[in-house]
Every structure is written in C-alpha cells, then in structure tokens.
C-alpha cells in the first residue's frame, strides 16, 4: 500500500464530504481499499485537520485499558474506535486486546525499545564477585579447574589420534 501524504487523505476526506462521489470510487481512483478511506473519514470527523499530521504516541496502561474499556462498553468496532481515540491503526487496538486476554495487564506494560547492551552493569560485575577464600570462590576454582583439565584431556587425545592415523592423501 503506499504512503499518502496528510494533504492527500485531506483532499480525499473532502471529495468524499462534498458528495458528488462515493467513496468506493474515491478509495478506487487513489489505489486504495475503501475501508481506509472511512477510516480516514471517520478520524476527521471526530477530530479535524490535526488528525493527518505524522506523530508517535506513547502509550500509558491507562490509556491502552480506556481504550479497551470504551470500546468494550459502547459496543463500538475496533476501528471507530481507532478513529475516537485517534490511533493511526485498528491494529495497534487488536494488539491490545489480545496480549490483555492472553497475558493479563502486564502485557500493556511499554516495552523498551532498541537492542540492549552487551555491556553487563558494574554493579552486577562487583555483586559476581565471591570473597577470596571462601566456600563459594573455592567451588568456583574447582569447577574452572575440572573444566581446564577436561579440555586438555581432549586435546591429548585428538593430538594422539592425529599422530596415529596415517595420512591417506598423497602428493603428487
């Protein structure tokens, strides 16, 4: 689907108000499914001009479980409801409504956005740390020792195979 400028869908909103064309030939002579088009037409009623200008909202848990309450008690659809509360997408709705039934109110909590940092936090690099002698630094060193000597047992006998096996190409 292309990207329509606000101008764009404005002037359509407005073909489609002044009533000399329908809306299934608005939608069709832009290239474009005319339940978007209503879509459009019902975010502009509800609240003007400003609705086709490009923003990012965050939203709050509050906001999401509004949004579902209303719509949940108005019997509205998911998408005149996108246009109500004047969220660019039905589908940001339908996101909502599925991770609250399948995971509950924390679901609606805002993730992070980003890749996280491979860097470990310096208090957690301190907290890793166990006192020198004690009983777990002692395990610790065991266990990195029976590790390091499992290693080198291995490493023997991949060296031992390799000098016993006779090499089957030749040179030429």
Do not use: C
């Not at 996101?95 to 399948?102: D, I, N, P, V």
């Not at 860097?119 to 002698?133: F, M």
């Amino acid at each position: 689907m292309a990207n329509f400028s606000p101008d764009e869908k404005l002037q359509a909103v407005i073909r489609y108000q002044n009533g000399s064309e329908s809306m299934k030939s608005i939608a069709k002579s832009i290239g474009l499914h005319h339940t978007v088009l209503l879509h459009w037409i019902r975010q502009y009623e509800h609240h003007g001009e400003e609705v086709f200008k490009k923003r990012y909202t965050p939203y709050s848990v509050q906001d999401k479980l509004d949004v579902l309450n209303h719509m949940k008690e108005h019997g509205t659809s998911i998408r005149e409801t996108a246009a109500v509360f004047n969220i660019a997408s039905h589908s940001t709705i339908l996101s909502w409504q599925r991770s609250l039934e399948l995971h509950g109110i924390d679901a609606l909590q805002p993730k992070k956005k980003g890749r996280s940092s491979m860097r470990k936090d310096p208090k957690q690099l301190n907290d890793q740390k166990p006192v020198e002698g004690s009983v777990e630094a002692l395990q610790k060193e065991i266990e990195l020792l029976r590790m390091e000597n499992a290693y080198l047992k291995k490493l023997n006998t991949l060296v031992q195979n390799k000098e016993k096996s006779p090499n089957k190409t030749k040179r030429k």
